[in-house]
């Protein structure tokens, strides 16, 4: 399977303008190399965060809230990389990084956006922990779940006349957003976010879930497809519970998988159901929110 953008020269050039002035922190831009399959351990992610004295008080900041609801105060970076572990200190950093660096430094988050990417980002992790695949990890599929919409973000604020043309045009017939972004441009919003969060670094299996989540095989699908299918599927229950990215309606976005029938059982009754969801978001918005 080809990389995002592999086939679009002027999708290029898009992800260029936008990476030109939508770029990680220097530390950001290191943590996506810092897998935790061994060859890095919980002290070189420790140090990494450290170094940015900002993230460094964000991530203790989300450590000791009702995010993670640990029972111990955590004092250190390192100590929070212990006793909540590899995989989720990273996540939190990176999707810290993200969401605060989407913003212009003078403003707070846009809630509506980021409500809305990271509940999908939650429930797509937990439909991975509820229906175990050797090919995906829960730490991915937040990841991709929470920036499955990165893209269309990015458009909006470097170019955004290019959602609008293509709204209109959907809207003036029968096809979807996504069918007249690639009649007009050749590209989708979401393969514009594949392949920018390649230029920042972030594992291929991530980039090719943002990028193919609308056009996701039958739910239950396996190989490449199934990453895109959990997002694809998470998106689809946080729209049932009311939630939109504020760009595009749901309405005019492509058919993803059938979500009549949810795994999520136990696992999202663990956490407090959709209503718990919810206030984990919350908690992560008033995180970023607090930094400006």
């Known amino acids: 399977m080809s990389e995002p953008g592999a086939q679009y020269p002027q999708l290029d050039l898009l992800v260029g303008e936008i990476a030109g002035t939508r770029s990680l922190t220097p530390v950001a831009a290191r943590v ?3 897998s935790g399959d061994g060859r890095f351990s919980a002290h070189e992610l420790a140090q990494a ?15 000791n809230s009702p995010y993670f609801s640990h029972p111990r105060r955590i004092g250190t970076i390192r100590d929070a990389v212990v006793l909540l572990g590899f995989h989720q200190i990273r996540a939190a950093a990176l999707a810290l990084s993200v969401v605060n660096g989407s913003t212009d430094g003078e403003s707070a988050v846009d809630e509506h956006f980021w409500r809305y990417s990271l509940t999908v980002g939650l429930v797509a992790e937990v439909l991975a922990h509820s229906e175990p695949h050797e090919a995906v990890r829960p730490e991915d599929a937040f990841m991709a779940g929470l920036l499955h919409c990165i893209g269309r973000l990015a458009i909006q604020q470097v170019r955004p006349r290019i959602l609008e043309r293509a709204t209109l045009v959907a809207g003036a017939g029968e096809g979807s957003v996504e069918d007249a972004q690639r009649s007009l441009f050749g590209y989708t919003d979401a393969e514009v976010g594949g392949a920018l969060l390649l230029e920042w670094g972030f594992a291929p299996v991530i980039a090719l879930a943002v990028a193919r989540w609308p056009r996701c095989v039958a739910q239950g699908a396996d190989g490449p497809d199934y990453l895109p299918a959990i997002v694809a599927r998470a998106h689809d229950l946080t729209v049932t519970a009311g939630l939109s990215d504020g760009i595009i309606q749901p309405a005019h976005t492509a058919p993803t998988c059938d ?7 136990p696992l999202l009754e663990q956490a407090g159901g959709m209503d718990g969801l919810a206030r984990r978001v919350s908690v992560f918005i008033e995180t970023v929110s607090a930094g400006h």
């Open 49 to 63: 965060i450290s170094s940015d004295p900002a993230l460094t008080a964000r991530v203790l900041r989300l450590a």
């Open 259 to 265: 979500s009549s029938t949810s795994p999520l059982g």
């Open 32 to 34: 996506p190399a810092l």
